[in-house]
T-cell receptor, first 114, second 117 residues
Framework: AQSVTQLGSHVSVSEGALVLLRCNYSSSVPPYLFWYVQYPNQGLQLLLKYTSAATLVKGINDFEAEFKKSETSFHLTKPSAHMSDAAEYFCAVSRTGGGNKLTFGTGTQLKVEL | DVKVTQSSRYLVKRTGEKVFLECVQDMDHENMFWYRQDPGLGLRLIYFSYDVKMKEKGDIPEGYSVSREKKERFSLILESASTNQTSMYLC????????????????FGEGSRLTVL
């Protein structure tokens, strides 16, 4: 069964610093992988997705993620954090079989400090 | 833009009450989902509907039921609310046709925060 593990439930960075949010996946077949963001009091929004077309995926707001099969990772990065990036971030993997349902990680809360 | 609307942002109910959470989407999507979100547990799938009157259990269906009488509306029902059902409930929709089918992009509502006393 597919699953994802997000390392670090809370990450704190300074404004302007590099953002790195970690996600490792487990899948017996080539996975589809996603990053979603949830701003306070809102639903989730798609940041980016990997569907095997390219290993480096660019998303909205200068976020990007690199699919590394050898490391079974799909870490999310942003070169320079902004205060508005403070949110909770979820990694997700698409399951095989029936409905393409997603399995979500437990989330990483990103705090951006001045 | 796709809009997924959840009828109630905040609800407070008492143990044993029947609770209805309503979700409406405006993009003619076949697939709709109900997730539950709890701190430290992420999102867990409660039920999934792939068409009108069609439903499938997710990972944590116990204590919940759903209704999909019309394509745009997917309701989550708590027959007898319990305190351990206090949570944030998120509805989502996705179309199975076109370029997004295999990409699995979900569109979420803003959530319904339920407190059961």
């Amino acid at each position: 069964a597919q699953s994802v593990t997000q390392l670090g439930s809370h990450v704190s960075v300074s404004e302007g610093a590099l953002v790195l949010l970690r996600c490792n996946y487990s899948s017996s077949v080539p996975p589809y992988l996603f990053w979603y963001v949830q701003y306070p009091n809102q639903g989730l929004q798609l940041l980016l997705k990997y569907t095997s077309a390219a290993t480096l995926v660019k998303g909205i707001n200068d976020f990007e993620a690199e699919f590394k099969k050898s490391e079974t990772s799909f870490h999310l990065t942003k070169p320079s954090a902004h205060m508005s990036d403070a949110a909770e971030y979820f990694c997700a993997v698409s399951r095989t079989g029936g409905g393409n349902k997603l399995t979500f990680g437990t989330g990483t809360q990103l705090k951006v400090e001045l | 833009d796709v809009k997924v609307t959840q009828s109630s942002r905040y609800l407070v109910k008492r143990t044993g009450e029947k609770v209805f959470l309503e979700c409406v989407q405006d993009m003619d999507h076949e697939n709709m989902f109900w997730y539950r979100q709890d701190p430290g547990l992420g999102l867990r799938l409660i039920y999934f509907s792939y068409d009108v009157k069609m439903k499938e259990k997710g990972d944590i269906p116990e204590g919940y039921s759903v209704s999909r009488e019309k394509k745009e509306r997917f309701s989550l029902i708590l027959e007898s609310a319990s305190t351990n059902q206090t949570s944030m409930y998120l509805c989502a929709s996705r179309s199975p046709s076109g370029s997004r089918v295999r990409s699995g992009e979900l569109f979420f509502g803003e959530g319904s925060r339920l407190t059961v006393l």
